[in-house]
Structure formats: C-alpha cells, structure tokens
C-alpha cells in the first residue's frame, strides 16, 4: 500500500471547519483513500473514502486533487466531539492488500471552545 | 443493531501468564479482524478470518500469539505467556464480506497492562 503523510497535530475551534490534510504521492490508480478516525478509548471509526471525485456524506466531506497525491477532509462545523486522531489510509482493490488497512500515526485534531 | 463486543475492556496479568480476549463480531459479518495497538500509534493487523478460516496470520507472532474462530462467528485472541512488552489495546473488527468497499466495525478494544 502506499504510504501517507499526515500532520501530527491539529487545533480547530468550535464551529468553524476542520481542514485535515493528507499526502499521498504514490498512490496508484487503483487505490482508494479512507478516512477513520479514533476517539479516545474507543475503537477506530470509518468517515469515508473515495477514488478520485470528491465526495460528503453526513459525517465529512473528501476533497482529493486531480493528481490524487493528496487529499483534504473536511468537518465542515468542528464539534467537541470531533476531538480525535484522524487516519488517512491509502487502499487498493484488488488482491491480498485490498481488505488492508494500513494505519499510520495520523492527525490528532482537538477543537477549543 | 449491535456493534462489535469485546471482552473484557481491562486486564492486567503479570508477565509470564497467559491471558485471552473475546470479540463478537457484529451478526453476519463473514470477515473478523485482530489488531495490535500500541501507545501512540495506529493499529496494526495480526490476523484476519474469513468465516472460521485464518486468511492471513501473516503478522501474528506464533510462538506465544493464537487465535481461533470455530464456529465462524465469535472469536478467541490468546497470549500464552505475556511478555511486558505485550502490553497495548487489542481490537478487534468485522466487515460484511471481502472487498475494498467494505468498511471495517470497530469494537472498544481490550487494554491489557503486563506488570
């Protein structure tokens, strides 16, 4: 799988959107970008994923560039809740690695009141 | 619906001691996975079974890791003995079936202390 790039640590404040950023310069044509990510004490949670247009749902929106080597999440009004590590995984479709997930370190966003 | 059940959330053995984790998977879900997470980092695969058959145990640590889902359905992750190292989460995951479309279910996780 290829590997992503992500900040460390991010702070947004409550009710403004959260940019989260992903850098993905290898990824091949045939693997897609997911998004979980990990609340305190819990276990991790899907968001998204998408191959090359840019996609929302009712949790967040993927913005990926046209050379797919990076992408942006986007919370578009940071809760309290959204206070979590964010995972950027990078995922093929076919084969042994296509039910991978590899997770990195990923992006810890805390919002402030 | 429920999600994905694992018990028990805290353990603490001291080293040397076997101990074991149970998941249940959310019902009719065919693929279970086992993570390892350590402090700091993201979780790690240790196995995956596709109904009651291991699939890839590619990353588990045989010579004190195992793990079985008989019946294809709830599973056992077991360390025999514990080493302190040992210590971190261990998650467990389920998804409906193969594939890259697939999301994967979290459970809470097992936090195990080694002392």
């Known amino acids: 799988d290829a590997k992503t790039t992500q900040p460390p640590s991010m702070d947004c404040a409550e009710g403004r959107a959260a940019n989260l950023p992903c850098n993905h310069s290898t990824i091949s044509g045939n693997e897609y970008v997911y998004w979980y990510r990990q609340i305190h004490s819990q276990g991790p949670q899907y968001i998204i994923h998408g191959l090359k247009n840019n996609e929302t749902n009712e949790m967040a929106s993927l913005i990926i560039t046209e050379d797919r080597k990076s992408s942006t999440l986007i919370l578009p009004h940071a809760t309290l809740r959204d206070t979590a590590v964010y995972y950027c995984?990078?995922?093929?479709?076919?084969?042994?690695?296509?039910?991978?997930?590899?997770f990195g370190k990923g992006t810890k966003l805390s919002v402030i009141p | 619906e429920a999600g994905v059940v694992q018990s028990p959330r805290y353990k603490i053995i001291e080293k040397k001691q076997p101990v074991a984790f149970w998941c249940n998977p959310i019902?009719?879900?065919?693929?279970l996975y086992w993570y390892l997470q350590n402090l700091g980092q993201g979780p790690e695969l240790l196995i995956r079974?596709?109904?009651?058959?291991?699939?890839?145990d590619s990353q588990l640590p045989k010579d004190r890791f195992s793990a079985e889902r008989l019946k294809g359905v709830d599973s056992t992750l077991k360390i025999q003995p514990a080493e302190l190292g040992d210590s971190a989460v261990y998650l467990c995951?389920?998804?409906?079936?193969?594939?890259?479309?697939?999301?994967?279910?979290f459970g809470p996780g097992t936090r195990l202390t080694v002392l």
């Open positions: 019902s009719g879900h065919n693929t």
């Open positions: 995951a389920s998804s409906p079936r193969q594939g890259p479309y697939n999301e994967q279910f």
């Open positions: 079974y596709e109904n009651e058959e291991a699939v890839d």
């Open positions: 995984i990078v995922r093929g479709v076919s084969g042994a690695g296509s039910y991978q997930l590899t």
